[in-house]
């Protein structure tokens, strides 16, 4: 997808769900962001795929932790 928009895979943000989607958007080193759910987060937890920082429990939390990320990104390009 990031190569039909013309985007660097360093420069997208993925959200979510799953420790395989996670492990994809890592592996196309891209910024990723799990979002645990009842059902993903002790594979979430237990794939130590992304910084427990760029977990999401409560859908509360979503846009602070996307801002940190964007932050983070922007401040160091990673």
Known sequence: A????????????????????VRAGVAAGMNVIAIATPFTAEGLHSSNVVDHPWVVHRPDDLLEVVSARIAEHNRTGH
């Open 2 to 21: 990031a190569e039909r928009l013309e985007v660097q895979p360093g420069d997208c943000l993925v959200l979510e769900d799953s420790p395989n989607g």
